[in-house]
């Protein structure tokens, strides 16, 4: 019998569902093609939900519950609420996110959602018009649960490339900023993010933030651009190709990583850290 394929339940939530679905199977002494009959689907589709190829539908659940017990739905809609509490537009991108082998990110005015602390994340959605409490806790839960793909196993290569002003507006106040960009110099020790600031000045990005996303095996392209209106997240190679020229550019411009650490430092020092009079 074939060594079973090892599982990282922290690499996403169709990775976590597939584990849990697993250990059912075989403690229930299920092959996934006995499984599979039983539900009425496919072994390669039982293999590829187990796997974390592919997402569970409720169907499938529904019909995994009739022989396992109760649970999994329960499972699945816990692991996948901050899905669920993101804006319709944007959940095309949270898949893109968590299959991501690579993520570069460019942003103009405010540190990015991926690295943002949870009080620095209330301060920026507290100004959202419209936005209860409620809605600002369900939205500050749902960017920290984001946050996971870089702490799994086999996290993403994340590029990110900051403009110097979100390092000085003044989101939330001083110790919230101190915070936020203590935090951004202990992320910088990760082997897989890079941070660079871009100095205050011109360049061809002010125009909005940039996301690239590439696929896990290099094969798929997406990019996320900030407008007035609702952000466009795309595959359209034209695009892509046109942010990508964007980006290479500002990094250019930009500070090496290292640099910027200190630089972070230094400015969190002078400018959010109070000194006794």
């Known amino acids: 019998m074939p060594a079973l394929r090892e599982l990282d339940p922290k690499a996403g939530r169709k990775q976590e569902f597939g584990v849990e679905l697993r250990r059912l199977r ?15 689907y496919s072994t390669s589709l039982v293999g590829s939900v187990e796997i974390g190829k592919r997402a569970p539908v409720e169907q499938f659940i529904t019909r995994c519950e009739e ?25 095309p991108w949270l898949s893109e996110e968590e299959g991501a082998g690579a993520l570069r ?24 018009p419209g936005f209860d409490q409620d809605r600002v806790e369900s ?15 086999g996290p993403p290569m994340y590029l990110v ?17 101190r915070e936020q960009l203590a935090h951004l110099i202990e992320i910088a020790d990760a082997p897989h993010i890079t941070l660079q600031i871009t100095p205050l000045g011109a360049t061809s990005g002010l125009s909005g933030a940039i996301t690239l996303a ?14 007035a ?30 640099a910027s650490v200190e630089f972070i430092r230094k400015r969190m020092v002078e400018k959010w850290t109070s000194r006794p009079n």
């Not at 939205?139 to 196993?153: E, F, M, P, S």
Request: proline fraction near 5%; charged fraction near 20%.
């Open 139 to 153: 939205l500050v839960a749902a960017r920290l649960a984001r946050q996971k793909i870089l702490g799994r196993t």
């Open 105 to 128: 990110t460019w942003e103009p005015l405010v540190v990015p959602g991926l690295l943002q602390t949870e009080a620095y994340a209330r301060a920026l959605l507290r100004c959202e």
């Open 214 to 227: 590439q696929s896990a095996d290099g094969q798929r392209h997406t990019v996320h651009l900030e407008t």
């Open 26 to 40: 075989l403690a229930e002494g299920l092959t996934q093609a006995e499984l599979g009959r039983r539900i009425g």
């Open 229 to 258: 209106a609702e952000p466009l997240v795309t595959t359209n190679s034209a695009l892509v190709a046109t942010a990508t020229m964007k980006f290479d550019a500002i990094r250019a411009e930009s500070l090496p990583h290292s």
């Open 67 to 91: 022989i396992f017990g109760p649970g999994l739905w329960e499972l699945w809609v816990e692991i996948s609420k901050h899905r669920n509490q993101s804006p319709t537009w944007f959940r």
């Open 161 to 177: 490339l900051l403009d110097e002003g979100a390092l000085n507006r003044p989101i939330g106040g001083a110790e919230v900023m």
